[in-house]
């Protein structure tokens, strides 16, 4: 696997587990007889999953380690306040990609570093 590959499959786990969280709750949004439908909270959990997708798309292309890290910050609270919002919505498979989710970031902050320090080297 190529280091440009490797370097962004967090991001790509994470971009597609934050999809799959977006159309559960599209889906949960608009379905009839799922119990949260045109709910408050089933709207919330679609704009969060929608904000999570950005943030997977601007994790692959951020380059500066500052603008990384603040961001990784910010995608652990959307996973986890979306994680805790699709469990109280009673749609686990929001959870469920919330967590794959977390897997992503997790491997994304795995990965190595791109720049290398002069007294490192």
């Known amino acids: ?8 499959l967090g991001a790509i786990v994470l971009l597609i587990a934050s999809l799959a969280g977006l159309a559960i ?11 949260v439908t045109g709910t408050l909270g089933a ?10 997708v950005v943030m997977a798309l601007l994790l692959a292309v951020i380059k500066s380690r500052g ?5 990784r910050v910010l995608i652990l609270l959307g ?4 994680f ?3 469990l109280l919505l009673h749609q686990w498979w929001i959870g469920v990609a919330m967590v ?6 997790i ?11 002069p007294t490192q080297a």
């Open 1 to 8: 696997m190529s280091t440009l590959r490797s370097s962004r």
């Open 67 to 71: 603008a990384s890290i603040a961001l």
């Open 79 to 82: 996973l986890a306040g979306t």
């Open 84 to 86: 805790l919002a699709g």
């Open 100 to 105: 794959v989710g977390l897997i992503g970031l």
């Open 43 to 52: 709207l919330v959990a679609t704009v969060a999953c929608l904000a999570l």
């Open 107 to 117: 491997i994304d902050m795995l990965r190595p570093s791109s720049q290398v320090h």
């Open 25 to 35: 709750a599209l889906y949960a949004y608009f379905t009839p007889l799922t119990g």
